[in-house]
T-cell receptor
Framework: NAGVTQTPKFQVLKTGQSMTLQCAQDMNHEYMSWYRQDPGMGLRLIHYSVGAGITDQGEVPNGYNVSRSTTEDFPLRLLSAAPSQTSVYFC???????????FGDGTRLSIL | RKEVEQDPGPFNVPEGATVAFNCTYSNSASQSFFWYRQDCRKEPKLLMSVYSSGNEDGRFTAQLNRASQYISLLIRDSKLSDSATYLCVVSTTSGTYKYIFGTGTRLKVLA
């Protein structure tokens, strides 16, 4: 009963480093998305995908890349980490784009 | 103007009280509406979807008013365990598809 699995749960990076946040779902959901949550800002959409091979930008895409080579996986890449990217990152999925989303546990990322 | 707006609260209410939250949205083409609950530093969890006819799930009632572009959540007989942040979510398809989250309303139920 895995649902949406995010790894790692915690990560500390130095400015300029790159890394990939992993997200996988086992529910055969078409729609997947990445959000960041900062205090007082709510969840903001970074990138989303409506199916394998299709991705699009959300509200705050700069500094992040995504790809969707399979239905199950939707990794988020930080190209060159900056302190402004310190945040909690959530991955979510839904069967279709107008259905409720299921969230992973989140990744807490600190950039020094 | 934000696409989805909520009163941030906090709402401090005694156990057993009834409390209501409102959420307004700006895009009249919005199609689907949800309330999520988020506990401190945890992932958001779906509380209920919101339908035009209104819907109820136990102590929780959600309403949608498309004409005035707002949704509401009513919690009756509040429990200590209801203390959380309640997020309003609106999904819109206008060229591209996306969910928009409100910043949330904090509820604290007091013993």
């Amino acid at each position: 009963n895995a649902g949406v699995t995010q790894t790692p749960k915690f990560q500390v990076l130095k400015t300029g480093q790159s890394m990939t946040l992993q997200c996988a779902q086992d529910m055969n959901h078409e729609y997947m998305s990445w959000y960041r949550q900062d205090p007082g800002m709510g969840l903001r959409l970074i990138h989303y995908s409506v199916g394998a091979g299709i991705t699009d930008q959300g509200e705050v895409p700069n500094g992040y890349n995504v790809s969707r080579s399979t239905t199950e996986d939707f990794p988020l890449r930080l190209l060159s980490a900056a302190p402004s990217q310190t945040s909690v990152y959530f991955c979510a999925s839904s069967l279709y784009s107008n259905q409720p989303q299921h969230f992973g546990d989140g990744t807490r990322l600190s950039i020094l | 103007r934000k696409e989805v707006e909520q009163d941030p609260g906090p709402f401090n209410v005694p156990e057993g009280a009834t409390v209501a939250f409102n959420c307004t949205y700006s895009n009249s083409a919005s199609q689907s509406f949800f309330w999520y609950r988020q506990d401190c530093r945890k992932e958001p969890k779906l509380l209920m979807s919101v339908y035009s006819s209104g819907n109820e799930d136990g102590r929780f009632t959600a309403q949608l008013n498309r004409a005035s572009q707002y949704i509401s959540l009513l919690i009756r007989d509040s429990k200590l365990s209801d203390s959380a942040t309640y997020l309003c979510v609106v999904s819109t398809t206008s060229g591209t598809y996306k969910y928009i989250f409100g910043t949330g309303t904090r509820l604290k139920v007091l013993a």
